[in-house]
Every structure is written in C-alpha cells, then in structure tokens.
C-alpha cells in the first residue's frame, strides 16, 4: 500500500495466471481500506474471467457448483435412485433458494440458515444436508475455497421413530394373508406365487425388494454347500428409458455373496423348475418375460394388507425383522453384513429393534434385600 502524489492510496498484488505469468494489479481510492477493496475486486474478476467452462472459482454460483457436482456424480457412476435423489434435492431445496450466490458469499451461518428453513418446511435434513457438503468439498478440492462451510452446520435432530418389526407369530399371520390373497378366486390372470415367494426370500435373506426382483439365476449356486446367492443389481424405473436392472447395488457393501437357509433353497430350485425360460434369467420376471416394477411388487403388497390390521407392514419391514432376529442372535456386525450396510451404525439405528425387556439381573439386584 502506498500514498501517490495526487494523495489518494494506491493497492496492489502480482497476480499469476494458469499459464504461470505473473501481472502486477493496481487499485486506487481514497482511502487505503477502499484501495485494498478495490483490488481485490479486481484479482476476483480476473480469476472468474481466466476460468474455463469447467473451472470452478469464487465468482462460480451455487447453481453452477451443483451442476458441476452432479456430473461428477454421473461419471462416478452413482446408482440410478441416488442421483435422482441429489437432483431432486438440488432442484427444489438449493436453486430455488440460493442458486445465484456466488461462492465467495457462501459462509457456513448461510448455509446454515438454508437447511434450518428448509427442514422448517418438512424437507429431510440429512440429504440436504448431504448433498451440500459434497458440493462445497468439491469447491475446496478445486482450491475455490480453504474450508468447507458445511461442516459446522448445525445438525438438526429428528424425534426418534420406533423400529417397527414383526415377531414370529406376526410373520405368519401376515404369510397368511397373502396366502389367502393369492387363492382366492378372482376375475383377470391366474395368481401366482411371486409375493409369497419374493416375501419368503427377503425373510431368507434380508434383501430388499428391488435386490429381490434383479435375482438371476447365473449368480445363484445352488449346488455349493451351502447354497449361496450373489446381491449383484437392482430394479430401476427411468422415465423415457422403461424399467430395467442395474447391474450394482444401491452401494459397494450391497455387493454380496449369502448362504442360503434350506427353505430359501427350496423356493428357488421349485421356481426354476416351475417357471417358463425369459431372456434375462430373471427368478422374478413379469408374464410378457420383463423385469418387474418395484411399484408394481408394492401395488400387489398394498392390496394383501389394506384394511387390515397389518397395514403398517412393508417390505423394509421384513429386512427389519431379519436385522433384528440376526443382531439378537449373532450381533451387529452379522446383521450389518447380511443386510448390505456400509457402516453398522445404520443398521442399528434404523434396522434393529432393542427389546424394551432388561436382562435377567434378579439374582444380583437381590443384593439390595432389606436386612432383617
């Protein structure tokens, strides 16, 4: 900083372009505080004006980091139902409130506000949540800014959800409905025993639906000893692109190799015997040979268990069940493993249901006895 003979204050800094050419910048006000504004006004423009297409810098707005962000995610390959999730939340909870900032004017009491408002409105939280602290570490990846303004957000707490799950004189009542459903006499195509079947497998195995419906007989040995079963995709739905199987699963620990319980085994050697051939090996395929919506496997549940009293019951909560029986009997890690999960936490606080019975502590607990 230095004072020119005019009398005004004059600012400046050498400024290196990508190439590594170095330009001294000048800046000059009335005061020295305006001077030093000025200037790094200028090195902030020069450095959104050097930037390509595909540069990120402090004059980059949000709209333009989530963009960036999501083709990221794309050539990463993210499974199909997570994307669709990130753009949802980008396009309804981020654009639409803070899309036009710049990068520069991104500080963590901001982004703060916008997930405090938007959980306000019902939104989820985590995602939102989620999706901004990928977008702003992708921006200090790129040396745009020093720190990721997410992380000291402040998380908001959700009133805890009862884990709900069935025991096993539930598992056969709710057998029994669909049993009594697909028997019944009724106008249209012949019942089958895909929901009995699909049902029985997730209770043999912990999958969720759309794993169920993308078995393949190619990954299914039902020679080893024990049987076995490889988690290998799962059912998408894409508007303009049909359904189809993805050939992931919703994460890299979803990739799995389970041993088969002998009434599982059962299930699938009397379907592969029983069911006509289809081009994809599909052990669930429709009648025309395709792959089944999960909309579809839901439509046919809802109409077993409408009006009711098992009407609460999905087909997440199956994999609770199994989660619980497993964690109960073996531990959490077993249950974590058997489910798919990436970390056990997740199993455990969203699958496993805590018996609200203590242990049997009576013979120490007597130790308190009154003296006589």
């Not at 805590?354 to 308190?368: G, M, N, Q, S, Y």
């Amino acid at each position: 900083m230095s004072k020119t003979a005019a009398g005004t204050y004059e600012a400046s800094a050498n400024y290196v372009y990508f190439s590594g050419r170095v330009a001294r910048l000048r800046a000059r006000a009335d005061s020295a505080q305006a001077a030093r504004t000025a200037l790094i006004r200028k090195l902030q423009e020069l450095n959104g004006a050097e930037a390509s297409d595909n540069e990120l810098t402090p004059l980059t707005t949000v709209a333009e980091l989530a963009a960036f962000w999501l083709r990221e995610k794309e050539a990463q390959q993210v499974a199909t139902n997570s994307l669709k999730a990130y753009r949802s939340t980008v396009n309804n909870q981020i654009v639409p409130v803070i899309g036009e900032r710049r990068l520069r004017d991104c500080r963590t009491s901001t982004l703060d506000r916008v997930v405090k408002d938007r959980a306000a409105l019902g939104f989820s939280p985590t995602m939102l949540r989620k999706v901004l602290h990928g977008m702003f570490a992708v921006a200090v990846r790129h040396d745009v800014i020093a720190s990721n303004p997410v992380r000291d957000v402040a998380r908001i707490s959700k009133p805890r959800r009862e884990i709900e799950y069935l025991d096993m004189d539930q598992i056969q009542d709710v057998r029994s409905l669909v049993a009594e459903s697909t028997s019944s006499k009724r106008p249209g195509p012949r019942p089958t025993t895909d929901l009995m079947d699909a049902v029985d497998l997730i209770l043999g195995t912990g999958c969720r639906i759309g794993e169920i419906g993308a078995l393949i007989y190619s990954e299914i040995d039902l020679g080893a000893t024990p049987p076995t079963l490889t988690v290998s995709g799962t059912i998408i739905t894409e508007t303009g692109e049909g359904t189809f199987r993805q050939p992931w699963t919703k994460s890299s620990a979803g990739y799995r190799t389970l041993l088969l319980p002998p009434f599982a085994v059962g299930i699938l050697l009397r379907r592969q015997v029983e069911n006509h051939a289809n081009p994809h090996g599909a052990v669930f395929p429709t009648r025309r040979g395709s792959w089944r919506q999960i909309s579809n496997w839901e439509r046919m549940w809802n109409q077993v268990v409408d009006d009711t009293a098992y009407d609460w019951v999905t087909f997440h909560t199956f994999r609770r069940s199994v989660a619980t029986l497993i964690d109960r009997e073996v531990g959490i890690d077993a249950a974590q493993a058997q489910l798919g999960h990436e970390d056990s936490d997740i199993t455990r606080d969203f699958y496993v249901h805590k018996a609200k019975v203590a242990p049997d502590l009576t013979v120490h607990l007597e130790k308190f006895r009154p003296v006589t």
